[in-house]
Each structure stands twice: as structure tokens, then as C-alpha cells.
């Protein structure tokens, strides 16, 4: 089966929505193009079939055609086939074996292939608590890690050390860079498979406007765009220092 962008037909005025003749030739020719390809002939070379000529060989190869630059295509190539790292910590771990499951299926994405060794992988996944004595293991599997690559930090124990806030633990972002923090206490693997897909966002340089840019917040206060704007009692104006 193909598909291809195209106008609708013209319609009458009897039967609106409904066009007014179809060509059964071109539908023909769509079929033999269609079979073609199936076929893996060149339509551009010596295969090319005799009835496609001139303007319908030119409206075929630009309704076939996307231009791009060659960064674009490597970090969209990069974006849709991540290789985690085979690694887990703790109870968090359990959560990210079930976003490989049948029923999630993180292959759809093309992010299935789990690597037993760092330097077959991109992607680390820190999946549960971190303790001071194991920081510089993971620290030593990042470095071994592909260039280039990327890290998620997975639960809130790893993010902001969680309910095991003690003497022990350690947040991941203090020894090694955290692209993607997906909160929770476990989260769920549907919260994992969305940080997966903000990384890949992340990756193909096209990132969710933070809140900051939402906002257009400043700091740790918020600040009204227009100076003539009806302020609330805690958001100063622009160019008010009075709360500095």
C-alpha cells in the first residue's frame, strides 16, 4: 500500500464532499508505482517505467523527497536508537524491567537493545539509591561509557536521595551530569518511558520549554512582562529591586 500527500479533488455543488470523477489511469499508475518500489526497481535509472515521464516523474520524486542537513539526521538517528546500560540499584530497577515488558514495549522506540558492557552503551538509567561507596563505581561505568552520552536519574531516592535522606546516600547530579530526572517513589515505567522520549526530544534539539520560559520567571521570583499590568502583592514589577 502507498500514501502520498495530495489535494483533494473538486467537488460539486449536487454532492458536496464527494468528487466529481476519479481517473482511473492515474489510480493505475499509482498501482504500478506502488509494485515498483515493492519490486526495489530504480525509478530514477534504466528500471524506470515507461509511463512515468516528464511532470509526473517530477511530482513523484518531490512528494518522495525530504531534505534535511546532516546534524539533523545524525541526532534524529542517535534520538531513535538509544543502548542502555544494563543496570540497576534498587526497587526502582524493578519498574524499569517492566518498561521493557510486552506491555510498554520500549522497542517500539528502538531503545530495547540493554548492553551488558559500558562500552557498548549511551545511556545510562540510575535506577534506585546510591550510596557513597557505590558513586564512584557508577562514576567509573560513565566515563567508560560511548561518546556521546547521556544519563537519566530514575526515583526520587536518586534525585534528592527521598525517604533514605541520611548520611549514606548520595543524589546523583553531585558526582556525574543528569540529563533527564523522572520523579517518584517508585515511578511507574510509563514515567520512565516519558523521560526516555524528553531525552530524545533532548537529543534531536528540540527540548519542552522549561517553566522558566513559561513563566518568564527570573531567579526565584516572577516577573510581570509589562510594567502597566496589575500586580499581585508577591510578584514585583520589572526593574523593582525592592524584594532583592
Known amino acids: 500500500m502507498e500514501v502520498r500527500r495530495e489535494p483533494l479533488p473538486p467537488t460539486s455543488a449536487a454532492t458536496p464532499g464527494v468528487p466529481e470523477h476519479v481517473d482511473p489511469q492515474a489510480l493505475g499508475v499509482r498501482e504500478l508505482n506502488a509494485s515498483q518500489l515493492l519490486r526495489g526497481g530504480d525509478l530514477l535509472g534504466a528500471n524506470r517505467p515507461a509511463h512515468l515521464e516528464a511532470a509526473d516523474l517530477e511530482r513523484y520524486v518531490q512528494e518522495r523527497t525530504l531534505t534535511t542537513t546532516l546534524d539533523r539526521a545524525v541526532a534524529w538517528a542517535r534520538s531513535n536508537s538509544f543502548f542502555p546500560l544494563s543496570f540497576g540499584l534498587a526497587c526502582c530497577a524493578m519498574e524499569q524491567f517492566h518498561a521493557a515488558g510486552p506491555r510498554l514495549d520500549i522497542a517500539r522506540f528502538g531503545y530495547e537493545a540493554f548492553r551488558a558492557s559500558p562500552r557498548q552503551a549511551d545511556l545510562i538509567i540510575l535506577a534506585g539509591r546510591v550510596s557513597i561507596k ?47 530526572h523522572v520523579p517518584g517513589c517508585p515511578p511507574r515505567p510509563e514515567a520512565l518511558m516519558h523521560g526516555v522520549l524528553k531525552l530524545r526530544q533532548m537529543v534531536q534539539n528540540d527540548p519542552d520549554a522549561g517553566w522558566r520560559e513559561r513563566y518568564h520567571a527570573r531567579g526565584t521570583e516572577e516577573i510581570l512582562p509589562s510594567p502597566h499590568a496589575a500586580a499581585a502583592v508577591n510578584v514585583p514589577l520589572e526593574g523593582d529591586t525592592a524584594g532583592a
Open 134 to 180: 557505590m558513586a564512584p563505581i557508577i562514576r567509573r561505568l560513565y566515563d567508560q561509557m560511548l561518546e556521546p552520552k547521556w544519563a537519566i536519574s530514575m526515583g526520587a531516592c536518586c534525585s534528592s536521595m527521598g525517604v533514605f535522606n541520611n548520611y549514606a546516600l548520595v543524589p546523583a547530579d553531585k558526582f556525574m551530569p543528569i540529563d533527564v
